[in-house]
Protein backbone atom coordinates (compact mmCIF):
# COMPACT_ATOMS: atom_id res chain seq x y z
CA UNK A 1 0.00 0.00 0.00
CA UNK A 2 2.32 2.32 0.91
CA UNK A 3 4.73 2.14 -2.19
CA UNK A 4 1.35 2.65 -4.27
CA UNK A 5 1.06 5.71 -2.49
CA UNK A 6 4.59 6.77 -2.79
CA UNK A 7 4.44 5.74 -6.75
CA UNK A 8 1.03 7.54 -7.73
CA UNK A 9 0.66 10.86 -4.97
CA UNK A 10 4.85 10.97 -4.91
CA UNK A 11 4.52 10.72 -0.72
CA UNK A 12 7.77 9.30 1.30
CA UNK A 13 7.07 6.92 3.98
CA UNK A 14 7.18 9.25 6.74
CA UNK A 15 4.46 11.35 5.22
CA UNK A 16 2.08 8.41 4.63
CA UNK A 17 2.50 7.34 8.40
CA UNK A 18 2.16 10.39 9.89
CA UNK A 19 -1.45 10.59 7.56
CA UNK A 20 -2.96 7.31 8.56
CA UNK A 21 -3.35 7.89 11.99
CA UNK A 22 -5.06 11.02 11.56
CA UNK A 23 -8.93 11.50 12.18
CA UNK A 24 -10.53 11.74 8.96
CA UNK A 25 -12.48 15.53 9.21
CA UNK A 26 -8.29 16.65 10.04
CA UNK A 27 -6.87 14.66 7.30
CA UNK A 28 -9.46 16.13 5.01
CA UNK A 29 -8.62 19.89 6.01
CA UNK A 30 -5.09 19.22 6.32
CA UNK A 31 -3.84 22.31 3.24
CA UNK A 32 -1.67 19.74 1.58
CA UNK A 33 -4.75 16.91 1.52
CA UNK A 34 -6.99 19.40 -0.35
CA UNK A 35 -3.85 20.57 -2.86
CA UNK A 36 -3.54 16.88 -3.65
CA UNK A 37 -7.45 16.38 -4.26
CA UNK A 38 -7.47 19.85 -6.19
CA UNK A 39 -4.30 18.74 -8.17
CA UNK A 40 -6.32 15.85 -9.73
CA UNK A 41 -7.23 16.50 -13.72
CA UNK A 42 -11.39 16.49 -13.35
CA UNK A 43 -11.28 17.87 -16.81
CA UNK A 44 -9.45 14.97 -18.22
CA UNK A 45 -11.42 12.27 -15.52
CA UNK A 46 -14.43 13.67 -16.86
CA UNK A 47 -13.25 13.14 -20.30
CA UNK A 48 -12.07 9.96 -20.31
CA UNK A 49 -14.94 8.00 -18.22
CA UNK A 50 -15.68 5.97 -20.72
CA UNK A 51 -12.16 4.86 -21.02
CA UNK A 52 -12.74 3.88 -16.80
CA UNK A 53 -16.11 2.61 -16.96
CA UNK A 54 -14.43 0.09 -20.02
CA UNK A 55 -11.70 -0.85 -17.29
CA UNK A 56 -14.06 -0.65 -14.36
CA UNK A 57 -16.36 -3.03 -15.78
CA UNK A 58 -13.44 -5.32 -16.73
CA UNK A 59 -11.47 -5.45 -13.44
CA UNK A 60 -13.94 -5.42 -10.72
CA UNK A 61 -15.92 -8.27 -11.19
CA UNK A 62 -12.55 -10.33 -10.51
CA UNK A 63 -11.43 -7.88 -8.02
CA UNK A 64 -14.88 -8.45 -6.13
CA UNK A 65 -14.39 -12.09 -6.52
CA UNK A 66 -10.48 -11.71 -4.84
CA UNK A 67 -12.08 -9.72 -2.30
CA UNK A 68 -14.59 -12.52 -1.08
CA UNK A 69 -12.63 -15.31 -1.86
CA UNK A 70 -8.86 -14.17 -0.98
CA UNK A 71 -9.72 -11.70 1.47
CA UNK A 72 -12.74 -12.71 3.08
CA UNK A 73 -15.06 -10.20 2.83
CA UNK A 74 -18.80 -10.70 2.88
CA UNK A 75 -20.29 -6.99 1.58
CA UNK A 76 -19.37 -6.55 -2.18
CA UNK A 77 -21.13 -4.67 -4.95
CA UNK A 78 -22.77 -7.03 -7.40
CA UNK A 79 -21.62 -5.28 -10.28
CA UNK A 80 -18.83 -2.55 -10.93
CA UNK A 81 -22.01 -0.26 -11.80
CA UNK A 82 -21.48 1.38 -8.67
CA UNK A 83 -17.92 2.79 -9.14
CA UNK A 84 -18.12 4.23 -12.14
CA UNK A 85 -21.34 6.08 -10.69
CA UNK A 86 -20.06 7.02 -7.79
CA UNK A 87 -16.54 8.76 -9.49
CA UNK A 88 -19.05 10.51 -12.02
CA UNK A 89 -20.66 11.80 -8.54
CA UNK A 90 -17.78 12.94 -7.11
CA UNK A 91 -16.48 14.61 -9.75
CA UNK A 92 -19.78 16.50 -10.38
CA UNK A 93 -19.70 17.27 -6.59
CA UNK A 94 -21.96 15.16 -5.81
CA UNK A 95 -20.88 13.19 -3.77
CA UNK A 96 -18.62 13.45 -0.40
CA UNK A 97 -15.29 11.50 0.53
CA UNK A 98 -16.90 11.20 3.98
CA UNK A 99 -19.88 9.20 2.31
CA UNK A 100 -16.85 7.51 0.39
CA UNK A 101 -15.56 6.16 3.75
CA UNK A 102 -19.08 5.21 5.24
CA UNK A 103 -20.02 3.10 2.27
CA UNK A 104 -16.55 1.33 3.01
CA UNK A 105 -16.30 0.90 6.72
CA UNK A 106 -17.44 -2.67 6.69
CA UNK A 107 -14.68 -3.38 4.59
CA UNK A 108 -11.47 -4.77 7.53
CA UNK A 109 -8.23 -2.13 7.84
CA UNK A 110 -5.62 -5.00 6.59
CA UNK A 111 -8.90 -5.58 4.01
CA UNK A 112 -8.71 -2.61 2.30
CA UNK A 113 -4.68 -1.95 2.84
CA UNK A 114 -3.80 -5.42 0.52
CA UNK A 115 -6.66 -4.30 -2.10
CA UNK A 116 -5.09 -0.88 -2.46
CA UNK A 117 -2.54 -1.94 -4.78
CA UNK A 118 -4.60 -4.05 -7.19
CA UNK A 119 -7.38 -1.69 -7.40
CA UNK A 120 -4.87 0.94 -8.36
CA UNK A 121 -3.18 -1.29 -11.02
CA UNK A 122 -6.64 -2.08 -12.48
CA UNK A 123 -5.43 0.96 -14.80
CA UNK A 124 -2.24 -0.68 -15.77
CA UNK A 125 -3.55 -1.47 -19.44
CA UNK A 126 -4.97 1.82 -20.15
CA UNK A 127 -2.32 2.53 -23.22
CA UNK A 128 -2.54 6.72 -23.28
CA UNK A 129 0.20 7.41 -20.44
CA UNK A 130 -1.37 10.56 -19.46
CA UNK A 131 -4.57 8.86 -18.90
CA UNK A 132 -3.45 5.87 -17.02
CA UNK A 133 -1.34 7.99 -14.86
CA UNK A 134 -4.42 10.47 -13.90
CA UNK A 135 -6.79 7.68 -12.92
CA UNK A 136 -4.01 5.65 -10.99
CA UNK A 137 -3.46 8.83 -8.79
CA UNK A 138 -6.97 9.46 -8.87
CA UNK A 139 -7.63 5.82 -7.48
CA UNK A 140 -4.84 6.62 -5.07
CA UNK A 141 -5.42 9.09 -3.37
CA UNK A 142 -9.40 8.02 -3.04
CA UNK A 143 -7.68 4.72 -1.40
CA UNK A 144 -5.59 6.86 0.81
CA UNK A 145 -8.96 8.96 2.37
CA UNK A 146 -10.04 5.34 2.35
CA UNK A 147 -7.22 4.03 4.19
CA UNK A 148 -7.37 6.96 6.66
CA UNK A 149 -11.16 6.11 7.10
CA UNK A 150 -10.39 2.57 7.77
CA UNK A 151 -7.89 3.04 10.42
CA UNK A 152 -10.01 5.21 12.40
CA UNK A 153 -12.62 2.80 12.46
CA UNK A 154 -10.26 -0.11 13.46
CA UNK A 155 -8.67 2.61 15.96
CA UNK A 156 -12.20 3.34 17.93
CA UNK A 157 -13.12 -0.77 17.69
CA UNK A 158 -10.36 -1.48 19.86
Known amino acids: ?11 DAPTIDSLLPLELTDFLALPAVTELLGSLNAGLLRETLPTAGQVLAKQLPPFYDW ?18 KWVVAFLNNQESLTHL ?46 AVGAH ?5 AT
Open 152 to 156: ETASA
Open 1 to 11: MQATFQQYLQL
Open 67 to 84: LKQELGVDKVPDSPDHAT
Open 101 to 146: VELHSPIPEKALQRSIPRLVSAFDGVEEDNVRLEWQKTVAALCLVL
